[in-house]
Each structure stands twice: as structure tokens, then as C-alpha cells.
């Protein structure tokens, strides 16, 4: 606002400008004039900067010392160009702050990200002055520079470790002289690809910290844990230097490996056994030479699964310490417990070795195994038998002949039903010595009484071998047996199948021969033995079909075949040497 004066008037005129100037003066303006149309704008005294991109992150700026690799478009202001990296192919690698450059792009560099561009405006006198270069850049000359940083790094720099995952646990880590398994993206400091064991879907196989790899490696693989993720960058000096590698690498190029660790072990490794679960108690340990049943999972040292039997849902069977299974797996089922589960890992040269397997284990891979010992026996084993309650009176004892009737209770060692009588409401009932039941068995029943209780444990080449029972008895199982004895019926000696209670009648061949026409037949053999049975006088063995014993009896009576027996043909058992019919 304008300022009002009390009892202000009209506003006054504005003051007369002079007309008349003196002559020094108009020549003055005179020159003035001429410098404004004939001279050029006047020069800046320091370089412009125009940023026109920016990173997102910017993990390291360029100092004074560092050294850097940049693409750059060098214009006249017309936009003139008059050289450029990019037709070159190649970078420009220098020095910064040390007059390895004009002095306005020592300037301009400082500061800069990877992968920053800016617009550099270059003065003469911090560029070429007013020499120029040659025939390319004239005297005097403004330039400009269109500059992409691609690289930095400094001649004090070590590797620098970023680690961006860690597994939970971690029980060991890399050290100098272990052989190492891991999967890399490597890429230069501008984010550009030259190489990956990803797209070649295998990992990338050395050792550590001899010299198998370039140095910046050997230092940033030291500490890792399987599983975890890391990342690596080095300068050239411990990569691949002032040369490059000729390809894909570039000279003097920092380089940037993202690394996830798969695997780890050491030439010196054994096996290693660990998560022990040992049931109690444990009557038994596994040596050499026994015959095993076990479960597994099987998977790599990162986790990565390959194997397993509960998917077959078949045990694996075999024989440890005689060099049927891998070395560290005959090694690592030494010494279990039946019902056990323990983690056994294994190094490669205790398992598939540098080849693997092909698809599922890698070579050179380490093998973790999750087992559960389900059983196992010795090819020398016998029947074991536990008497878990005897009566008192126990004087009839089970022998070859007898008729038993028992209850049993089945199942495997780790537990697994198999089958039992009480679910049937009734006995079994054998005869001892008659193979009606599995060898283990049969040893199991002698010399028991009524009423006495026993624990079997019955090894497979005693029970039912290496085929098992389709669908109820694994191939090669441990069986165990709890039995109860119930009724016990007397055999008949051994070789008989039917005895006298009596002495014999002295003309017995007349007494069967009911028709009296001197030949005895089948039905009258028949009612004749069993007569003598039912009347006490005679006693068939138990426990078979006694008209199955008739039969056999007349057969054997009757030597020519005819369906007859003849009074040369009829003999008691006294007079035999190979039948044993009466």
C-alpha cells in the first residue's frame, strides 16, 4: 500500500527526466551497447550438474581415490557429439581426484551411484581451455557430458558380506579345506548377468579357502551355514582383476555373487549320528552280520528330499556291515535298538561319491537319513522263550505227538498286530511235531502244561522267511508270540498213528473179517478200528481225521492194491519194518 499524508492533494507530477547527457556519457552507453550485441554470454565459472536418474538405493557414492567404470556421450551445448564410450565398446576406467581426468569431470564424478546418470556441464577452463584438443574439441570450448556410473570400488577395498538369510539352526559352518555345494546369481555392480549356476540347474562343486576359487569367493563362503543366503561382493583384485575373464567380465569390474549355501562336509568327515530316540529298554544292539527291518526318509543337506520307504510302505531289508548298503549307512545301523530312531548323516565318500545317483542325488552330495529301526535278527538266532507265569502243578509237559489247544496273541516287533485267537472266540489247535504251524512255533509249545504262559520272539528264517504272509506278516519280520496253553490231549509214540490200549487178539485178522470170507475189506477194516476206539480198547492219534488214519491203515495193509486184504497180506506192527498201520 501507498503511505497517505494528512490533508494530502492531487498526486504530483512525476520529476522531469534530464534530456540533455554529456558526451562521455553517450559514449559510454554506446559501448555498452555494442558489447551486449556482438560479444557471447559470459562463461560459468564451475560445472552444472543435472541429475536425470536416480537409483532407488544407493549403497556407495564415489569418493576422491575410488576408481570407477562409466559409459559416458561427450556434446558440444548444439549437441554435437564428439566421442563417446559406448562406440568404443567399453568403458572408461579411472581414477577420481587424481588429475587422471579434466578437471570438471574429476568434479562431476564424485558423489555419483552406481548406475546414477547425470548430465555434466564442463566450463573450459576445468576442461581443455583454450588449447582444445587437437582437431576434436577447440579452443574454449563448453562440454558436455552425458555420464552412466557402472562401477566403484577402491584399491583399500576387502569383500563385503551381506547376509540377508539364516536358518534356525546352524550346527556348523564353513571353514578353510571343506567342499561345498551352492547355487549363485553373479552379476556385475550395475546389476548386469554374466553368470549362474541356476540356469545351468546344477550347483557349483569346490573347495574352500585352497585357492580353487578366486579369492573374493574363498573369503565370502567362510562362515556360511547350509541354508544360508549371502551377499558377495569383492573388487577386481580379488576377482578377476585388470584382465577380466575374457568374456563376460569386463576389466577392473567389481563383482556381485548372490549365493545360497546346499551343502557342506569335510574329506575328514565320518558318519554322524544325532536326534537319538532310544526306547527302553533295549535288550539287544545290532551288530555286524544281522538282519535288519528299518523305515527312512532320505534327503539332502539342505533339505531337500530324494527318498523315502514309508511311501513304498515296505521296510527297507538288508544286511548291515557286510557291504550291502552304502558304507555310511552299514556304519551308521551299528549298534540301534529295535524301536529306535535316530538321524544318521553321511559325507559323500561314505555314500554315492562324486557321480550321485543321476536325478535324485547329486554328486559329492551329503546324506541325511531319518530312520526307525523296526527290527532285526540273526541268521544264528533261535527261538527266544520268556515264561511269564507256570502253575504249580505242571507235570504233563508238551511233547512231539501231542494235541495242544492254545491262545495266542501275534504282532511284530515294533508293536504292529497281527492277529489272535480271542478275536475269535476259540483255541488253535495243532499237534505238535506235525508242521502244522511255523518251526518257531513248534519250539515255542514243547514242554509246556496247561496253564502256563509264554513270550516268544521267533526270528523270520523260524517263522515265515523272507516272503512273510501276503498282507499280514512283512518279508523277514521278527514275530512275537504271547501264548497261553489250554488243553493238552496225550500223542502216541513216535511213528504211530494208532496204538492198543490192550493186548492184541491173537487172531485179529478173523475178527475183521466180518463176512468170514477170508478177506477183509475197507468198511470192515474201518468198523472194526473204530469199534475198538469207542469200546477204549485202542486209541487213534489226536488231533487228525481219524478216517484219514483208517484209510491210510488199510493202504497200508493192502500191499498189491486190490481194495482187499488177505490173511498173507495182514501183519501187526511188530512184524514191520517200514509200517506202522497197527
Given amino acids: 500500500m501507498t503511505r497517505k499524508t494528512p490533508e494530502a492533494g492531487p498526486p504530483l507530477p512525476p520529476p522531469r527526466i534530464r534530456t540533455q547527457l554529456s558526451l562521455p556519457w553517450l559514449l559510454w552507453a554506446g559501448l555498452v551497447k555494442l558489447l551486449v550485441l556482438y560479444l557471447p554470454p559470459l562463461l560459468p565459472h564451475d560445472i552444472v550438474i543435472e541429475k536425470t536418474f536416480v537409483p532407488e538405493q544407493c549403497v556407495r557414492a564415489v569418493k576422491v581415490g575410488d576408481y570407477v567404470r562409466y559409459h559416458y556421450n561427450g556434446m558440444f551445448p548444439d549437441g554435437k557429439k564428439f566421442d563417446s564410450s559406448y562406440d568404443r565398446s567399453s568403458t572408461y576406467n579411472v581414477y577420481v581426484g587424481k588429475k587422471q581426468l579434466i578437471e570438471g569431470m574429476d568434479r562431476a564424478l564424485v558423489g ?16 581443455y581451455g583454450k588449447e582444445g584438443y587437437g582437431d576434436v574439441i577447440p579452443s574454449d570450448a563448453i562440454l558436455h557430458f552425458d555420464v552412466l556410473l557402472l562401477d566403484v570400488w577402491n584399491p583399500d577395498d576387502g569383500v563385503q558380506i551381506k547376509t540377508y538369510y539364516t536358518p534356525e539352526n546352524c550346527s556348523r559352518k564353513v571353514e578353510v579345506s571343506d567342499y561345498v555345494r551352492y547355487h549363485y546369481n553373479g552379476t556385475l555392480l550395475d546389476g548386469t548377468l554374466f553368470d549362474s549356476s541356476h540356469t545351468r540347474m546344477r550347483t557349483y562343486d569346490t573347495y574352500v579357502g585352497i585357492g580353487w576359487l578366486i579369492a573374493g569367493m574363498d573369503q565370502g563362503l567362510l562362515g556360511m ?29 567389481s563383482l556381485v555373487f548372490d549365493v545360497v549355501l546346499l551343502d557342506l562336509h569335510n574329506p575328514k568327515d565320518g558318519v554322524s549320528i544325532t536326534n ?25 543337506l539342505d533339505g531337500t528330499f530324494f527318498d523315502s520307504s514309508y511311501s513304498r510302505n515296505h521296510t527297507y531289508d538288508t544286511y548291515v556291515g557286510k557291504g550291502y548298503v552304502i558304507g555310511g549307512m552299514d556304519e551308521g545301523l551299528i549298534g540301534v535298538c529295535i524301536g529306535e530312531k535316530r538321524r544318521i548323516t553321511i559325507p559323500p565318500h561314505l555314500g554315492y561319491g562324486e557321480e550321485g545317483t543321476g536325478t535324485k542325488i547329486p554328486g559329492s552330495a551329503v546324506l541325511v537319513f531319518d530312520i526307525h529301526i523296526i527290527d532285526f535278527h540273526n541268521p544264528s538266532d533261535t527261538v527266544v ?13 508238551a511233547k512231539k505227538g501231542d494235541f495242544v489247544k492254545y491262545h495266542y496273541n501275534a504282532s511284530l516287533m515294533d508293536g504292529s498286530f497281527i492277529d489272535s485267537t480271542y478275536n475269535y472266540g476259540k483255541t488253535y489247535n495243532i499237534v505238535l511235531g506235525a508242521n502244522q504251524v511255523v518251526p518257531g512255533m513248534e519250539e515255542g509249545l514243547k514242554e509246556m502244561c496247561v496253564g502256563e504262559r509264554r513270550h516268544l520272539v521267533i526270528p523270520p528264517h523260524l517263522g515265515y522267511g523272507e516272503r512273510g504272509v501276503d498282507g499280514e506278516v512283512p518279508a523277514s519280520a521278527v514275530l512275537i508270540f504271547d501264548i497261553e496253553m489250554i488243553e493238552m490231549e496225550a500223542g502216541l509214540p513216535d511213528g504211530y498213528m494208532f496204538i492198543w490200549n490192550e493186548d492184541v487178539s491173537a487172531d485179529l485178522f478173523t475178527e475183521m473179517d466180518a463176512d468170514k470170507d477170508l478177506q477183509v475189506l475197507a468198511s470192515e477194516f474201518s468198523d472194526y478200528i473204530l469199534r475198538q476206539v469207542n469200546e477204549g480198547k485202542g486209541r487213534l492219534a489226536p488231533g487228525f481225521d481219524a478216517y484219514r488214519i483208517i484209510e491210510n491203515m488199510f493202504s497200508n495193509q493192502d500191499r498189491n492194491g486190490d481194495g482187499k486184504i488177505t490173511e498173507d497180506e495182514f501183519k501187526l506192527k511188530a512184524d514191520e519194518t517200514t509200517h506202522d498201520e497197527l
Fill in 276 to 300: 537319538q530316540d532310544i526306547p527302553q529298554p533295549c535288550h539287544r544292539k545290532s551288530v555286524a552280520g544281522d538282519f535288519i527291518r528299518y523305515h527312512y526318509n532320505g534327503s539332502l
Fill in 385 to 397: 522263550i520268556t515264561t511269564n507265569y507256570k502253575p504249580e502243578v505242571c507235570e504233563m509237559l
Fill in 225 to 253: 551355514c547350509v541354508g544360508e543366503k549371502r551377499i558377495i561382493t569383492m573388487p577386481p583384485s580379488l576377482g578377476y582383476g585388470s584382465n577380466g575373464d575374457g568374456s563376460d567380465i569386463p576389466q577392473q569390474a
Fill in 112 to 127: 555419483m551411484c552406481v548406475n546414477e546418470r547425470r548430465l555434466v556441464k564442463i566450463p573450459p577452463q576445468l576442461a
